[in-house]
């Protein structure tokens, strides 16, 4: 049995708390469950919307006219450094019951927000290393045939914030097959609290935000050129930081009601209280503006919109 509710508010389900009600809302444990809820969408005519840890997204003010799924599929089997972890797992738990088995390889990702499918998907990470780096395999129901489908890990299409799964809604991420290798415990433990001590003297954690709101864009030459002698660092990929081209026309701390871009970078947008959806819309409208008009690029959300 799934328990479906109606007009359930969706801004506790985001770090951004922001957005209006679903029109419906299920919370699911497994893949019977996600097939459950995707037939009663289907017999109702309702779009669907699979929501995880709610570290990226931004609800629109009117909600979800639709069904919101939320995926809480929480099994962890560890066996020996083979680890397959539900998509439903939060990160940093499943970094610590990790670093508790004393197994090492993925400390750097501590701190970022959200669930591990949700990671997956969008190819997460922070301090030089990517979910990319440490999955093997993903077990995924493909909603187009109803079928369960296992993708190793060069089938996934990774790539800098991207994944085959992103590119292709019909792919829901069900578990996630990990390879670590054995550590030192209090080692583990140490160099996660040190990513998060970093991420926190950065401002980046207790904030109502969403996390970067732009990818990253590539650019030509000349804008690779200017960032590099503006701040002495190398580009990577023909990227350039997206907050460095926000920071360069003027958006860092510029706000729109309860809506600010920054408090490290503009590429943060902050909700300072009783922010909406339509100030964070409004404030990105006036950055890509001002970014296309500055040095001629466009830059594209990170941040999943729903309800729009
Ligand atoms: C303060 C802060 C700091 C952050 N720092 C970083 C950082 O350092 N590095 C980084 O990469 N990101 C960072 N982020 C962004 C965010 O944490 C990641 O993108 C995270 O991986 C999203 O996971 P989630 O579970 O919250 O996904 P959600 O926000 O719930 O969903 C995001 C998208 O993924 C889809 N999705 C989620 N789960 C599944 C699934 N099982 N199957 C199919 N699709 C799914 C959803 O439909 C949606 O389109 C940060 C965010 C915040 C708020």
């Known amino acids: ?6 007009n359930i508010s969706l801004k506790e389900y985001t770090t951004f708390d922001i957005g209006g009600s679903a029109r419906y809302f299920v919370e699911v444990k497994n893949p019977e469950d996600i097939s459950k809820a995707l037939t009663f969408a289907q017999e109702k005519e309702l779009k669907y919307f699979i929501l995880a840890g709610g570290s990226n997204v931004l609800f629109s003010d009117d909600g979800f006219d639709g069904l919101v799924i939320k995926i809480d599929i929480d099994d962890i089997n560890i066996d020996g ?6 998509s439903g797992v939060v990160l940093l738990d499943f970094l610590n019951i990790l670093a508790e088995s004393s197994l090492s390889g993925g400390e750097s990702l501590a ?3 959200g669930t591990v499918g949700g990671g997956v998907r969008g190819n997460a990470g922070a301090f030089g290393l990517e979910m990319k780096d440490i999955v093997t395999q993903i077990h995924v129901l493909n909603v187009e045939t109803g079928e369960n489908e296992t993708f190793d890990n060069t089938q996934c299409d990774f790539e800098y914030r ?5 590119k292709n809604v019909q792919y829901i991420i069900i578990r996630i ?3 670590f290798v054995s550590g030192d415990k209090k080692q583990i433990q140490n160099v996660m609290q040190e990513i998060i001590a970093k991420r926190n003297t950065k401002q980046m954690q207790d904030i109502k935000s969403a996390g970067s709101f732009f990818v990253n864009p590539t650019v030509d030459e000349k804008v690779q050129k200017m960032f590099e002698q503006d701040t002495g660092k190398k580009s990577h990929d023909g990227r350039v930081p997206a907050g460095w081209l926000l ?4 958006i860092f701390q510029k706000r ?3 809506i600010q871009a920054g408090v490290e970078h503009a590429n943060y947008f902050i909700n300072m209280g009783e922010g909406t959806a339509e100030q964070v819309i409004q ?5 890509k503006t001002r970014v296309r008009d500055e040095f001629d690029v466009h830059l594209r959300e990170e941040v999943v919109l729903a309800g729009f």
């Not at 049995?1 to 109606?6: F, G, T, V």
């Not at 450094?81 to 539900?86: I, S």
């Not at 920071?247 to 003027?250: E, F, K, L, M, V």
């Open 162 to 166: 991207n994944s085959i799964f992103k």
């Open 247 to 250: 920071d360069g026309c003027g």
């Open 256 to 258: 729109i009601g309860d």
């Open 283 to 287: 404030l990105s409208a006036v950055a």
């Open 81 to 86: 450094e083979t680890v397959t972890c539900g």
């Open 111 to 113: 701190g970022i927000p």
């Open 177 to 179: 097959v990990f390879q």
């Open 1 to 6: 049995m799934i328990n479906i509710q109606e």
